[in-house]
């Protein structure tokens, strides 16, 4: 599946790869409708997480979309990596300060849809999540629903998406301490289950270079319930270049011993929309 879903961004990237020249704050409408409905942006910026991983490092995301009168497309690529200072034991017993990397996540994603008429559309969906330090090592699902736009204008666009999916994941290990204190890891067995996946997303432009997105991706099942909603403020500075604020949760409902439900990640980014 992750395989795939990297197959399909890099084609999507080349197909896409046309930059816009549209005004700071505006999508790039003229640009778009010459490229078959192609859109982009690549971030990059610094990231600050609180959960089951506290860092301070590096982050970077790449997001291509296509809108025409029959397709409504969506790619995305996502990475998280930090190293710190953490306390470890050596062999002596003695407590020492290691660099060490502290999160290390990634996540690939596409969603095609069909549209029926204008407000309609038939979606196909799958992601790819791996996290070493999350409730889950890796997680992966596929999906088909019924995807419609409930509004939509120059200012304010609020879509929905629901249907069943097959979901995939491997929770973290186990954490098991011996009598003698060594802590053993212990290898958890892959879970799937059939999922009913769900998406909201809102976008409201409040300015003519300052919009707010909102996204709240839902997948439960009965052994468990993932639910993933994020929030950005953008403020377009030029005609291809913004700054934007983002605040991630994710919540996973089924978690090891030791492993806490919520993680966050807050982001201040430079955005290059293309």
């Not at 982050?59 to 995305?76: G, H, I, R, S, V």
């Not at 291809?240 to 605040?247: E, I, N, S």
Request: aromatic share 10%; proline share 2%.
């Amino acid at each position: 599946m992750k395989k795939t879903l990297i197959a399909c961004l890099v084609f999507s990237a080349l197909l896409g790869a046309v930059h816009a020249d549209d005004a700071p704050g505006t999508p790039s409408n003229s640009n778009a409708a010459n490229n078959g409905g192609w859109s982009g942006s690549g971030e990059f910026g610094f990231a600050s997480a609180r959960g089951n991983s506290r860092t301070d490092n590096a982050n970077a995301k790449l997001t291509l979309n296509q809108e025409n009168e029959m397709w409504k497309n969506n790619f995305f690529l996502n990475g998280l990596r930090s190293k710190g200072e953490v306390q470890v034991q050596d062999e002596q017993g003695n407590t020492i300060n290691r660099f060490s990397t502290t999160a290390n996540r990634y996540d690939a994603g596409a969603s095609v849809g069909y549209k029926l008429d204008t407000r309609s559309y038939i979606v196909g969906a799958a992601r790819y999540d791996h996290d070493d330090f999350g409730a889950n090592l890796w997680q992966g699902i596929v999906s088909i629903g019924y995807g419609y736009v409930a509004l939509k204008n120059e200012k304010t666009e609020l879509s929905f998406e629901i249907g069943p999916g097959f979901k995939k994941y491997r929770p973290a290990d186990q954490q098991i301490t011996e009598p003698d204190g060594t802590v053993v890891r212990v290898r958890q067995d892959t879970e799937s289950e059939p999922v009913a996946r769900g998406l909201v997303n809102f976008k409201y432009r409040l300015t003519g270079n300052t919009a707010l997105e909102d996204t709240l991706l839902m997948e439960a099942g009965t052994k468990n319930k993932y639910y993933q909603n994020d929030i950005g403020l953008s403020v377009s500075m030029t005609k291809k270049l913004a700054v934007k604020l983002g605040y991630q949760v994710r919540y996973n409902s089924d978690v090891q011993v030791g492993i806490k439900h919520t993680d966050t990640l807050a982001t201040t980014n430079l955005v290059y929309n293309f």
